[in-house]
Each structure stands twice: as structure tokens, then as C-alpha cells.
């Protein structure tokens, strides 16, 4: 008889990713993926000038703020048909890479690293030895052992203090965890110094974007910041230092820290690159544009279907045709009333009925390629490039494969990265090379303001009759897409198609999982009532639902826990 | 110097959500503080929230709350009552806000010296950019508050002679500056 295993992390208003198994003989039989809040935010920008979207749309979520931002504005541009001058290109792609860096950091370190570190064995560690081991795979001058003693004094005193704080929900102790005490100290020093990294690549944000958390320099057609070097007000010589000092840190704390660590796990972990590989199917965009048309790319796109690497399709633009064509969004399961449709279409009309797993149960859509579920983000990605040959993917794919095979003596191919752990993998290759790609960026961006060009705007027209137009973005999380309808120089739709979507789609008319959902079966469970095994999973997507309201709630209800019914 | 920041949380997109950043927005444009002093919209933000408490002297944030209180109601919480609650269990990047970034800051060692959470007691979180009566009506308590604050950690603050922008660009109408609360109440 199968058990059934709610994880729902919320009673707080905030829209939450809410995951159901079923458990049979100790391995998840069945699974449903669900966001517990939706409220139409697209909605608020019908009847809005197209040219303020960007704003709106950068309150999606105070994660993604920037993300979202992006899209919009290369949706609108991509409607008008401006172009956008290379400066601004570079600008923008700066800002998503710095933002990205950001982002892949705090998620594996905040989010998901506590899924494979034990902190209570770090008592145990000897830091003479974390040392030793550091020094033996990565140069990283901070893996001292003064650094490691001090790490684990500050858990030793949360230890002894009885109040587990930040630490009190974690799994410790769990049979699923079997890091040697030093490698979970080796991680946890980490993970208080990533910090300071992921801080570094958030001020790169705020020097382009003149603020954080939103930015303010973005407009259609272009960027704001005025470009003159001997100006104190200005986009000069002196800012473009300090983005390159900033990044130099961020760079080298990717390559030796995070990127290290990633491998290190994973070696240790070798079993979790035959669970959760799910939808076999995968879809990404190509982004930061290289010239003004947006007709070169230094990160390729493109989808593969039914894990055939080698029939790899590629699109040869951020809004291929293709692409255009074939993205529609399925409600069958999702509360809403409708048909598929597409986003340009797109309704939100909402159909509430309650979580019932044969028929509605999630608020959110299930947006399919061509009629099939794909999977998104660093995985997607880093496949695709790595199918089609791409030079930068393929250095640090390898780079990361003979990493793992070095630390754990573990024969490691490509095909092992569709699993658990081959997200996790993607997306520390896929930061490295977002880190090589920052100070190409911004040499571009210095080369060309020394050779004379300041120019950063063209000015958008509105043409008379409709139109339509489809912004992406590789975001951190994925694939992002957003539709926007423009008549009478008002929007009168818009949709944002958002990665989180792609990977925690519910089911489609068919009956076709979602990727959370495909890549939950089967996975073994030690302890059912304790799920670090689905946690591991579903964290290895980078989950995020981009529906955040943020009331604080003083009575603490946002308590956690897997509920057995 | 000491370094101060006092922070506007919140979505404002939706409804009484956006209470925070609306008031920060009104701080900036109506009054002048002393050297070290950041006002600042935070949005919604995630585990980011440790960047802008660590090593700060005095954190005075500004959010809406869920009780059963009446709508506008404002409600102080200290730093010692907010790290009794439990931190969320980290299911999306969302779930580690408020109280998980203070037990990572305190972690870490960058906790802020004090900090007063101002809460505003929600009436809507429907999709919308404007605020409820309720809620409209607290905004003069919420300043004072904010201020009392700085008054009890003698940081200093004038009103402007004339008020700067206010850079609430979302805000519909009804909410523009002309009918907002010139000083606290």
C-alpha cells in the first residue's frame, strides 16, 4: 500500500512550491508538483506603456529582478524592431552574468549544500587534515587551516548552545549522508565565505545597474547609463576597474571554490548520477548577444528531445521562429479555465477547485514544446552546447568530468549528467563559464567605448498597426520568455513564460509529467518520513516561484515539514 | 559613522504588500538623514536580505504582517523575537527571508546591533498597486515610529524644506504624494 508524502513548506501568503509522492517499498511511485498561489501580476500591465513594462515586471520576483527586466525589455524591442547599440549589449550582458554568478553561488551554497553536508559532523573534523585534502584539489589560498578552525568554532558554539538555529530543519544524522567529517567542514568553511563572493558579483549589479536589489539603468532601445571616461558621473575608467577588480575575486572564487566543491560532492555521491534524470527532453535559448541585431552569441541554444544528444536542433536566434511557433500552455491540470494556448493568446482566467491529483491540482501552467514537457536551466544549457560542439561548454564540461574522476576514482561521462547531480554539475560548468565570459564582456565593452562609441539608446517607434514580440532570456533557473501584444502604443496582453514553469509544470492533458514530477520517480528513500532524498532532487532544479508576496508572519507558521498522510 | 539602514520590504504588485517600499519612498522624498544612513526599497528579497543586514549598527524594516489584528494595525518586533521563531524549511530561495537571514547573519557573525521590524497589518494582497484604506491610514504611524527609533538610537534626520521626488513609480492615482502624510502623526 503506498504512503503518501506532502512536502509544503508554507502556510505563509507567499506562493510555494508544494511536492506530493507517493512512496512504494521504500522508492517514490508517484509524484505531483504543485505551486500553492498564483495572482495574475501579468495583468496589471494590460492598458500600461509598453516602455515602463520592464519595471513592472522587475517585481515579479525579488530574485529574478533583474531576469525578469531583461525579457521584458527585448520583448517590447523585439515587437518595435529596434536594434539595440553594443554598448548596451554588453551592459545588459554584464548585469546578467554578475547576476547569474550571484545566483548559481547562493544556491548552492544557501539552498542545496545542506542537502549533502552534515552539520553535525563537523565537530569531528580535524582542520589539519580539511587542509590537507583542500590543498590536494583545489589552489584556493583561503583553505587554510586557521580558516577551516574558526569555520567549525562557529558551529561548535550553535552546537553547544542547544539552539540549532539557521541549522534546526536540516536532516542530520540521515542515512543518505555520508560526507567524511572533513569534507563536510571543507564545504560548510565554504559556504560561510561564498558570502563575501556572491556579495562582490551583486555590487558589479549596483555599479551598472546604479541600484540593487532593482535596477534602474534599463530602457527599450537601450540602457541609461551615460558613457563618458573622464566624466565622475559617468560610466569612466574608474568604475570599469572596479567591475574588473570585483569580477577577478568572483572569478577566481568560482573556479577554485564552487566549482571545486561541486566535483568533490559529486564524487562522493556517485550513486546520485543514475537518480533523478526525469523529462529527457531539453530546451534553451541562446543569449548574450554580440552584436546589435542579435545575430552572434557567446551562449548557444537550442532543445534536444528524448535525451538524443546527437539530434541536437539549434536555434539560430533568441527569437527563432521556431521557438515562436511552438510554445503553448496546457491548464488541464492547472486552476485555470481553457485550452491550450498560446502565449500571445494566453488567459489567466482562474478556475479554483482545490488540490486534487487526477484532476486540477497546481497554479501552475504546463507550458509545452511542440506539445512535449521540457526540462530547463543549467542542465538544458550546458547540453545543448555541449551537443552542438560549442568550445567554452565543452572545455568546462570536461574540465568538470575529469574533476570528478580524479577525486573519486569514478569513471564520469557525459550521460551521467542527466540526474540529480548532473544539475548541480551544469551549473557550477556553467558558472565557470559565465566567469570567463564577464571579463570577456567587459573587455568588449572598455575596447569598444576607447575606440570612440558612447552610444547606448536608439529610439523605439510605434508602428501604427499590432504587433507581437517574445523576449528571452538564459536565465539563472532557465529558459524565460516573455509576450507581449502591443496596439495603439498600449499593452493589451502580456505573458511571461517563466523556467520555474517549464520544470514544475503539473501535468498536461496527456498526462505527461512535469520534469520535478518525472524526475522524482523512482528515487529511494532510506527514511520516507524524513524526504532529504526528494529535497535533493527537486533542489537540484533551483526551484523558484515567481509569484513572491512577502508578508512577515510573527507567529512562526511557516514551519516546514514533510507530513505523512 | 554608523551604519544604518532602514528598509521597505515587500511586493508592489500586490496590494498592502507593497506598504514597505512605499514608505521608504516616503522617508526619502520628505526627509534628510545623517551621514551612513541608507533608505532603500528591498522588493522581495531572498537569502540577499544578509547583504544588507551584516555588519549594519541600526536596521529598521518596514513590512506588511499576517495576524488577526484589524487591517492597519502597526505591530514592533525586535531582533530577539524574530530569532525565536523557526527558520522555513528552504524548499525555493524565497523561503530563507527575514528570519533565516538574521539566524545566517548572527551565524556568521555580521548580525545587526538592533533591529525594529515595523510591521503594518495587511487588508489586501489582491493584484493590484494601490493601498488599502486601512493601511493608508497607518502610514503616519509607521513614520513616527520609524523616527521614534532613530530618536531612541540618537540618529540624526530633518524634514526637507522641500520634499524631493517620490519615487514610488508604481503607485496609482489615488496614492500619489498630494494626499500622503506630510509629517508623522
Not at chain 1, 559529486?266 to 554580440?290: C, H, Q, T
Given at each position: 500500500?503506498?504512503?503518501?508524502?506532502?512536502?509544503?513548506?508554507?502556510?505563509?501568503?507567499?506562493?510555494?512550491?508544494?511536492?506530493?509522492?507517493?512512496?512504494?517499498?521504500?522508492?517514490?511511485?508517484?509524484?505531483?508538483?504543485?505551486?500553492?498561489?498564483?495572482?495574475?501580476?501579468?495583468?496589471?500591465?494590460?492598458?500600461?506603456?509598453?516602455?515602463?513594462?520592464?519595471?513592472?515586471?522587475?517585481?515579479?520576483?525579488?530574485?529574478?529582478?533583474?531576469?525578469?527586466?531583461?525579457?521584458?525589455?527585448?520583448?517590447?524591442?523585439?515587437?518595435?524592431?529596434?536594434?539595440?547599440?553594443?554598448?548596451?549589449?554588453?551592459?545588459?550582458?554584464?548585469?546578467?552574468?554578475?547576476?547569474?554568478?550571484?545566483?548559481?553561488?547562493?544556491?548552492?551554497?544557501?539552498?542545496?549544500?545542506?542537502?549533502?553536508?552534515?552539520?553535525?559532523?563537523?565537530?569531528?573534523?580535524?582542520?589539519?587534515?580539511?587542509?590537507?585534502?583542500?590543498?590536494?584539489?583545489?589552489?584556493?589560498?583561503?583553505?587554510?587551516?586557521?580558516?577551516?578552525?574558526?569555520?567549525?568554532?562557529?558551529?561548535?558554539?550553535?552546537?553547544?548552545?542547544?539552539?540549532?538555529?539557521?541549522?534546526?530543519?536540516?536532516?542530520?544524522?540521515?542515512?543518505?549522508?555520508?560526507?567524511?567529517?572533513?569534507?563536510?567542514?571543507?564545504?560548510?568553511?565554504?559556504?560561510?565565505?561564498?558570502?563575501?563572493?556572491?556579495?562582490?558579483?551583486?555590487?558589479?549589479?549596483?555599479?551598472?545597474?546604479?541600484?540593487?536589489?532593482?535596477?534602474?539603468?534599463?530602457?527599450?532601445?537601450?540602457?541609461?547609463?551615460?558613457?563618458?571616461?573622464?566624466?565622475?558621473?559617468?560610466?569612466?575608467?574608474?568604475?570599469?576597474?572596479?567591475?574588473?577588480?570585483?569580477?577577478?575575486?568572483?572569478?577566481?572564487?568560482?573556479?577554485?571554490?564552487?566549482?571545486?566543491?561541486?566535483?568533490?560532492?559529486?564524487?562522493?555521491?556517485?550513486?546520485?548520477?543514475?537518480?533523478?534524470?526525469?523529462?529527457?527532453?531539453?530546451?534553451?535559448?541562446?543569449?548574450?548577444?554580440?552584436?546589435?541585431?542579435?545575430?552572434?552569441?557567446?551562449?548557444?541554444?537550442?532543445?534536444?528531445?528524448?535525451?538524443?544528444?546527437?539530434?541536437?536542433?539549434?536555434?539560430?536566434?533568441?527569437?527563432?521562429?521556431?521557438?515562436?511557433?511552438?510554445?503553448?500552455?496546457?491548464?488541464?491540470?492547472?486552476?485555470?479555465?481553457?485550452?491550450?494556448?498560446?502565449?500571445?493568446?494566453?488567459?489567466?482566467?482562474?478556475?479554483?477547485?482545490?488540490?486534487?491529483?487526477?484532476?486540477?491540482?497546481?497554479w501552475v501552467k504546463a507550458p509545452r514544446f511542440n506539445g512535449q514537457p521540457m526540462q530547463v536551466g543549467?542542465?538544458?544549457?550546458?547540453?545543448?552546447?555541449?551537443?552542438?560542439?560549442?568550445?567554452?561548454?565543452?572545455?568546462?564540461?570536461?574540465?568538470?568530468?575529469?574533476?570528478?574522476?580524479?577525486?573519486?576514482?569514478?569513471?564520469?561521462?557525459?550521460?551521467?549528467?542527466?540526474?540529480?547531480?548532473?544539475?548541480?554539475?551544469?551549473?557550477?560548468?556553467?558558472?565557470?563559464?559565465?566567469?570567463?565570459?564577464?571579463?570577456?564582456?567587459?573587455?568588449?565593452?572598455?575596447?569598444?567605448?576607447?575606440?570612440?562609441?558612447?552610444?547606448?539608446?536608439?529610439?523605439?517607434?510605434?508602428?501604427?498597426?499590432?504587433?507581437?514580440?517574445?523576449?528571452?532570456?538564459?536565465?539563472?533557473?532557465?529558459?524565460?520568455?516573455?509576450?507581449?501584444?502591443?496596439?495603439?502604443?498600449?499593452?493589451?496582453?502580456?505573458?511571461?513564460?517563466?523556467?520555474?514553469?517549464?520544470?514544475?509544470?503539473?501535468?498536461?492533458?496527456?498526462?505527461?509529467?512535469?520534469?520535478?514530477?518525472?524526475?522524482?520517480?523512482?528515487?529511494?528513500?532510506?527514511?520516507?518520513?524524513?524526504?532529504?532524498?526528494?529535497?535533493?532532487?527537486?533542489?537540484?532544479?533551483?526551484?523558484?516561484?515567481?509569484?513572491?508576496?512577502?508578508?512577515?508572519?510573527?507567529?512562526?507558521?511557516?514551519?516546514?515539514?514533510?507530513?505523512?498522510? | 559613522?554608523?551604519?544604518?539602514?532602514?528598509?521597505?520590504?515587500?511586493?508592489?504588485?500586490?496590494?498592502?504588500?507593497?506598504?514597505?517600499?512605499?514608505?521608504?519612498?516616503?522617508?526619502?522624498?520628505?526627509?534628510?538623514?545623517?551621514?551612513?544612513?541608507?533608505?532603500?526599497?528591498?522588493?522581495?528579497?531572498?537569502?540577499?536580505?544578509?547583504?544588507?543586514?551584516?555588519?549594519?549598527?541600526?536596521?529598521?524594516?518596514?513590512?506588511?504582517?499576517?495576524?488577526?489584528?484589524?487591517?492597519?494595525?502597526?505591530?514592533?518586533?525586535?531582533?530577539?523575537?524574530?530569532?525565536?521563531?523557526?527558520?522555513?524549511?528552504?524548499?525555493?530561495?524565497?523561503?530563507?527571508?527575514?528570519?533565516?537571514?538574521?539566524?545566517?547573519?548572527?551565524?556568521?557573525?555580521?548580525?545587526?546591533?538592533?533591529?525594529?521590524?515595523?510591521?503594518?497589518?495587511?487588508?489586501?494582497?489582491?493584484?493590484?498597486?494601490?493601498?488599502?484604506?486601512?493601511?493608508?491610514?497607518?502610514?503616519?504611524?509607521?513614520?513616527?515610529?520609524?523616527?521614534?527609533?532613530?530618536?531612541?538610537?540618537?540618529?540624526?534626520y530633518r524634514l526637507r524644506a522641500v520634499p524631493a521626488i517620490f519615487g514610488a513609480w508604481w503607485a496609482?492615482?489615488?496614492?500619489?504624494?498630494?494626499?500622503?502624510?506630510?509629517?508623522?502623526?
Amino acid at each position: 500500500m503506498a504512503q503518501r508524502i506532502t512536502i509544503d513548506p508554507i502556510t505563509r501568503i507567499e506562493g510555494h512550491l508544494r511536492i506530493d509522492v507517493e512512496v512504494e517499498n521504500n522508492a517514490v511511485s508517484n509524484a505531483w508538483a504543485s505551486c500553492t498561489m498564483w495572482r495574475g501580476i501579468e495583468k496589471i500591465l494590460r492598458g500600461r506603456d509598453p516602455r515602463d513594462a520592464w519595471l513592472f515586471t522587475q517585481r515579479f520576483c525579488g530574485v529574478c529582478t533583474t531576469v525578469h527586466a531583461m525579457a521584458s525589455v527585448r520583448a517590447v524591442e523585439d515587437a518595435l524592431k529596434v536594434e539595440v547599440p553594443l554598448n548596451a549589449q554588453y551592459i545588459r550582458n554584464l548585469i546578467l552574468i554578475a547576476h547569474a554568478l550571484h545566483d548559481h553561488i547562493v544556491h548552492f551554497y544557501q539552498l542545496s549544500a545542506l542537502d549533502w553536508v552534515d552539520i553535525l559532523q563537523i565537530p569531528k573534523a580535524d582542520p589539519a587534515a580539511t587542509q590537507k585534502l583542500a590543498e590536494s584539489i583545489s589552489p584556493w589560498t583561503r583553505n587554510s587551516r586557521n580558516e577551516f578552525k574558526a569555520a567549525q568554532d562557529r558551529v561548535n558554539a550553535v552546537a553547544s548552545s542547544g539552539q540549532l538555529g539557521i541549522f534546526m530543519n536540516g536532516y542530520w544524522g540521515h542515512p543518505a549522508m555520508h560526507l567524511s567529517p572533513e569534507v563536510n567542514l571543507l564545504a560548510f568553511t565554504h559556504y560561510v565565505q561564498a558570502l563575501e563572493y556572491q556579495r562582490k558579483a551583486l555590487q558589479v549589479v549596483g555599479i551598472l545597474g546604479s541600484k540593487t536589489p532593482h535596477i534602474q539603468n534599463l530602457t527599450v532601445g537601450g540602457v541609461a547609463n551615460a558613457i563618458d571616461l573622464d566624466s565622475a558621473s559617468a560610466l569612466n575608467m574608474d568604475r570599469l576597474e572596479m567591475i574588473r577588480v570585483l569580477l577577478e575575486d568572483v572569478v577566481k572564487f568560482i573556479n577554485e571554490v564552487y566549482f571545486v566543491d561541486v566535483c568533490a560532492v559529486a564524487a562522493m555521491y556517485p550513486e546520485w548520477f543514475k537518480i533523478g534524470s526525469g523529462v529527457r527532453n531539453y530546451l534553451a535559448v541562446p543569449d548574450l548577444p554580440l552584436d546589435s541585431a542579435g545575430t552572434s552569441y557567446d551562449l548557444p541554444g537550442g532543445y534536444i528531445m528524448d535525451g538524443n544528444i546527437a539530434g541536437v536542433h539549434t536555434f539560430k536566434t533568441a527569437s527563432d521562429q521556431i521557438f515562436r511557433d511552438s510554445v503553448t500552455e496546457d491548464v488541464t491540470h492547472a486552476y485555470y479555465q481553457g485550452k491550450p494556448l498560446h502565449p500571445w493568446s494566453g488567459e489567466t482566467e482562474p478556475e479554483f477547485t482545490g488540490w486534487n491529483g487526477d484532476q486540477k491540482y497546481s497554479w501552475v501552467k504546463a507550458p509545452r514544446f511542440n506539445g512535449q514537457p521540457m526540462q530547463v536551466g543549467p542542465l538544458a544549457q550546458v547540453l545543448v552546447g555541449y551537443a552542438q560542439g560549442h568550445p567554452l561548454t565543452q572545455k568546462y564540461a570536461n574540465l568538470a568530468l575529469g574533476k570528478v574522476q580524479a577525486i573519486g576514482g569514478v569513471r564520469a561521462t557525459p550521460e551521467m549528467l542527466h540526474s540529480t547531480l548532473g544539475r548541480h554539475a551544469a551549473r557550477a560548468i556553467r558558472a565557470s563559464m559565465l566567469a570567463e565570459l564577464a571579463q570577456k564582456h567587459l573587455q568588449l565593452l572598455t575596447d569598444n567605448i576607447a575606440r570612440g562609441d558612447t552610444s547606448v539608446f536608439n529610439q523605439p517607434v510605434f508602428p501604427s498597426h499590432e504587433v507581437e514580440g517574445v523576449g528571452t532570456h538564459e536565465a539563472p533557473r532557465g529558459t524565460l520568455s516573455h509576450w507581449v501584444v502591443i496596439k495603439d502604443e498600449k499593452i493589451k496582453n502580456y505573458q511571461a513564460v517563466v523556467p520555474s514553469t517549464w520544470n514544475a509544470s503539473p501535468r498536461d492533458a496527456s498526462g505527461a509529467h512535469g520534469p520535478y514530477e518525472a524526475s522524482l520517480l523512482h528515487t529511494p528513500l532510506a527514511r520516507p518520513e524524513e524526504p532529504l532524498e526528494v529535497l535533493r532532487t527537486v533542489h537540484s532544479f533551483d526551484p523558484c516561484m515567481a509569484c513572491a508576496c512577502h508578508a512577515f508572519d510573527p507567529q512562526g507558521r511557516q514551519i516546514a515539514k514533510a507530513k505523512i498522510l | 559613522m554608523r551604519k544604518v539602514v532602514i528598509g521597505g520590504i515587500g511586493n508592489v504588485l500586490l496590494g498592502d504588500d507593497g506598504v514597505g517600499p512605499y514608505v521608504a519612498q516616503l522617508l526619502t522624498s520628505r526627509y534628510e538623514f545623517e551621514e551612513g544612513v541608507e533608505v532603500l526599497d528591498l522588493g522581495t528579497p531572498a537569502l540577499d536580505l544578509i547583504d544588507q543586514l551584516s555588519g549594519k549598527d541600526v536596521v529598521i524594516l518596514v513590512d506588511s504582517v499576517q495576524t488577526d489584528a484589524a487591517p492597519g494595525t502597526v505591530l514592533l518586533y525586535r531582533k530577539e523575537e524574530i530569532m525565536r521563531l523557526r527558520p522555513a524549511m528552504r524548499m525555493d530561495p524565497h523561503s530563507p527571508a527575514l528570519v533565516d537571514a538574521l539566524f545566517s547573519a548572527d551565524l556568521f557573525g555580521v548580525a545587526p546591533g538592533s533591529l525594529l521590524l515595523v510591521g503594518i497589518v495587511a487588508e489586501t494582497y489582491d493584484t493590484t498597486c494601490s493601498l488599502s484604506k486601512p493601511v493608508e491610514a497607518s502610514l503616519g504611524k509607521v513614520i513616527a515610529e520609524i523616527l521614534g527609533e532613530l530618536d531612541r538610537c540618537s540618529i540624526g534626520y530633518r524634514l526637507r524644506a522641500v520634499p524631493a521626488i517620490f519615487g514610488a513609480w508604481w503607485a496609482t492615482e489615488e496614492h500619489s504624494e498630494a494626499r500622503m502624510p506630510v509629517t508623522a502623526a
